[in-house]
């Protein structure tokens, strides 16, 4: 290992234990799995609510309807289509289904920690498809926002870059890589149980 | 995998039953029914030194092995 000479080897470890129980009943784990619960909750709500505007939008009349594109330095008014309605409430719709069935794996998940049995192999596959819903979900985010400034806001949107996506590929590969820690740490759990 | 655990035999010639066994090693009746099975992955040396005192044998009585293809890995499942 380099090091430059003459330097005293500073040789401190500070221990770091959290203050609080992470895993197990009544730990940190459990209170964040009831929140979860309560985002779970409200995002099923708004996703139902969206399947319904999403249904109704197919039926309503919106002949005399327009929409306002704006930004500081001025807008224009467009009229609002039927595709344009339902690309738009679609999209919602897609966004907030994809977050709930996210959610719905985690809670999945914390339900393990919560029992203190973190490495079962269906958190695996767990971890796994909320790798691949995020991937979807912010490559379509991504993607909607690209048409969205190239189609219905030239000039007041700008283009999304590369650039933008670096943050959601990193967190995707995050995913996918504690995934495979679990994948590893289930390994060990179920060596250590044939055990004898 | 191709090495085989001799439990049944030795139970047999030493007209002990898994329960006693299991007592008298110190694991559980079903811990034991993994290993005389085959199931199990390992064998610590504690359990493998139990076996062999309670049974009055060499490790190589209750362990043989047999040449052929392992058998699947576990660890693939996830």
Known sequence: MFRLPGLPRLNVRVPFRPPFRTLGPGSVSSLLKIALDVAY????????VLLLVLLASIFIP??????????ESGGRQQPLTRPLLLFGVGALTAYFGGFLLILRNLRMIFRTLTLGDPFQPDNVRRLRQVGLILAVVTGGVWLAQGVVAARLAPGVMERQGFGELLTPVF?????????????????????????? | MAIRV??????VERRMSLTEL????????ANLSILKTGKA???RFTTLFALCRELECQPGDILIYEPGP?????????
């Open chain 1, 171 to 196: 967190s995707v590969l995050v995913v996918f890589v504690l995934a495979e820690v679990f994948r590893e740490g289930a390994r060990l759990r179920r060596e250590s149980e044939l055990t004898i």
């Open chain 2, 22 to 29: 299991a007592d008298r090693v110190g694991v559980t009746v």
């Open chain 2, 70 to 78: 392992p058998e699947p890995d576990l660890d693939d499942e996830a």
């Open chain 2, 6 to 11: 001799q439990l049944d035999r030795l139970l």
């Open chain 2, 41 to 43: 992955r390992a064998v």
């Open chain 1, 62 to 71: 919106i002949a005399n309807l327009n929409i306002t594109v704006s930004n």
């Open chain 1, 41 to 48: 909750v409200l995002l099923m709500i708004i996703t139902a």
